[in-house]
């Protein structure tokens, strides 16, 4: 079992919805969590970053975080057709070292 | 400012050869992050390299190996490929604290036929 379990998808939502992507993990030691966005043929982008617990929020996008539960989100709203891409969550133990535990990734696709 | 920089873009080798990859990292970031990403495993970290020291190793054998440069730049080398070392490979570069700042860059495609 990986250490951290995301949905592959792919993901097909309609332009304007909310879409709600998860992952779930086994290491309690985690503290920081990351939402990257990777498009075809690029490296994976930086979307939110967060640390332990709760909730944080930039413009469209909002990431949860319950370590009760090992469990984080990012919502999207109003979706665009330049949010087609593959999401994939991240985290780490500590804010140093630069080790990123990364999920398998959400493919999602967003029709106009 | 300039992003990270990986050379080259695309690389087919035959199995059995090695293989250097490039990464620039973005001006004044000291720490430099490999990262191998594949469909059947996903992204996985191979090390990272400060300030020319390897901080961070990752579960990968011994043909992978790397180093960096007084000025940040890294390589990472693999010797005696295996089809299965066919991938993206990513590199990402921070300026040595946070992740927050953490930038990668858009990759090697190595294939091994």
Known sequence: QKEVEQDPGPLSVPEGAIVSLNCTYSNSA???FMWYR??????PELLMYTYSSGNKEDGRFTAQVDKSSKYISLFIRDSQPSDSATYLCAMSA??????????GGTRLMVKP | KAGVTQTP???IKTRGQQVTLSCSPISGHRSVSWYQQTPGQGLQFLFEYFSETQRNKGNFPGRFSGRQFSNSRSEMN???LELG????????????G???GYTFGSGTRLTVV
């Open chain 1, 94 to 103: 500590n804010n140093a070292g630069n080790m990123l535990t990364f999920g």
């Open chain 2, 78 to 80: 693999v010797s005696t």
């Open chain 1, 30 to 32: 985690f503290q920081y």
């Open chain 2, 9 to 11: 873009r695309y690389l």
């Open chain 1, 38 to 43: 990777q498009y075809s043929r690029k490296g």
């Open chain 2, 85 to 96: 070392d066919s991938a993206l490979y990513l590199c990402a570069s921070s300026e040595g």
């Open chain 2, 98 to 100: 946070g992740l927050g």
